[in-house]
Structure formats: structure tokens, C-alpha cells
């Protein structure tokens, strides 16, 4: 379908340069498709033209829209306090406390394992994130004892995971299983907002660093994420 649309709109396209996708991306637009729809059409129309057929393509003639930005959808605390305690199952309130202390993704919660937690320096290894790339956030006492908590109650013997699935304890639970607890515990509590797991990353961090004095000397050493979950260390 996308070669035949293509074929149909590129008539005053160059094989030769590439120049002349504007009826292309018109007709995407036409029948409704986003500008990163359309980018990305085109950047798999440039790959065909330069890895495949060896051929030239000017980034210089070929017009890309603009993608939009718009802002996130931050909760404030009363928010996620009330989105906490409309969790009917500790199972879920845990996952989304979690959430909500480390700033993590739920493809990170996920995979987080029992040895991630840092109880001696007090930190959460976050391994293998966007990028590939590792990096600690700080654990709150409180998500500390909680996690506690849960792990005596939900244990499962021979697993390594945290959140270990309910079927096979030698596997983590599935993201499905965060986005529901979300969807949810949002329901319950009325948010009129729209809340989903990554909505916790944005949220609205009440204590600053001047509330914290004895971590300002260590405040410049950190990364985003670890200054993201030190600001919700006494949430």
C-alpha cells in the first residue's frame, strides 16, 4: 500500500537526486497521517534511495514537517497521592510507588531485580535503559520499606526479579501489567487528566534542593534522573 501511494505521487519525483517528495507528504497528510508518520516514511524512502540503490539524496532539497511538541501531563502531589491510594491491590500500589520515587520507565521497572536495590548507599540501579545505558536514582527510606514489604509478602523462591511474574517466577511481569495498574488506579481516583506509567516521570516534585541541605555539595555530581528521585526522597 505505502509503495503504491508512493508510486502515485511521485510523479515529479527525481530518482536521480531525490528532490520532489512534496506529493508524497501531501497525500499522507491527506489521509490523516501525523508529521512523525511522515518523517518516518521519508526517512525509510531516503534509506531505500541510499543504501539500495547507491544513490545520491539531498537532505537540503527534501522538505521534513515539523514534528509537535506538545507539553507533558504533570500530576501534582495531591494528584498522586490520590492516584496511590485509589491502588486497590498492594501489588499495584507498590509498582506505581515505585514508579513515581525513581522517575524509572515501566520497561525499567520491570526488569528491575532484587540486587538493584541498594539498601547501604541507598540507591536503585536502573540497568540496560534508553540508550543502553545504566545509572542510579535515589531510594527513598520510605519506598525502601515498602519494597520490604511487599517482598516478604509476594516472595518468590528462587526469583531474581523484584517483580517477578505471576506465572513463571523465572521471568519479570509484562509492561501490560503496569499500564493496567495506571489505567486503573486512575480510574478510581477521577483523575480528569490522562494518566499512563510515563505521566509519573513528569510529575510536580514539591521539596527543593534548599529543603535538602545535606546533599547540596553532592547535588552537581548527580545525573537527571538521580536529581529527579532525590527531589521525591521525602515524597
Known amino acids: ?26 497525500e499522507l497528510f491527506r489521509k490523516g497521517k501525523s508529521p512523525g508518520t511522515v518523517r518516518q516514511r521519508l526517512a525509510a524512502l531516503r534509506f531505500f ?22 507539553l507533558p501531563t504533570v500530576l501534582s502531589r495531591e494528584e498522586v497521592a490520590q492516584l496511590l491510594r485509589a491502588a486497590r491491590a498492594p501489588r499495584q500500589r507498590i509498582l506505581l ?14 526488569h528491575l531485580k532484587i540486587s538493584d536495590i541498594d539498601s547501604q548507599r541507598m540507591v536503585v540501579h536502573i540497568r540496560g535503559g534508553k540508550g543502553r545505558k ?20 509476594y516472595h518468590r523462591k ?6 517477578p511474574s505471576n506465572y513463571r517466577k523465572d521471568r519479570p511481569i509484562d ?17 480528569q487528566k490522562r494518566v499512563h506509567p510515563h505521566t509519573l516521570r513528569h510529575y510536580s516534585a514539591s521539596p527543593t534542593i534548599t529543603e535538602l541541605p545535606e ?7 548527580l545525573t537527571v534522573n538521580a536529581r529527579i528521585g532525590l527531589l521525591c526522597h521525602s515524597a
Open 1 to 26: 500500500m505505502v509503495c503504491r501511494c508512493l508510486l502515485r505521487c511521485l510523479g515529479a519525483f527525481s530518482f536521480s537526486t531525490g528532490i520532489g517528495t512534496e506529493p508524497y507528504q501531501a
Open 49 to 70: 534511495y541510499v543504501k539500495t540503490l547507491r544513490r545520491a539524496w539531498s537532505l537540503a532539497d527534501t522538505p521534513y514537517p515539523k514534528k509537535a511538541h506538545h
Open 97 to 110: 510507588m515505585t514508579l513515581y520515587a525513581t522517575g524509572a520507565r515501566r520497561s525499567e521497572l520491570t
Open 134 to 153: 545504566d545509572r542510579d536514582v535515589m531510594l527513598s527510606p520510605k519506598l525502601l520499606t515498602a519494597l520490604r514489604t511487599h517482598w516478604r509478602y
Open 158 to 163: 528462587f526469583s531474581t526479579w523484584l517483580f
Open 175 to 191: 509492561t501490560k501489567t503496569v499500564w493496567y495498574a495506571c489505567q486503573k488506579a486512575a480510574q478510581r481516583a477521577g483523575l
Open 215 to 221: 546533599t547540596v555539595a553532592l547535588w552537581p555530581k
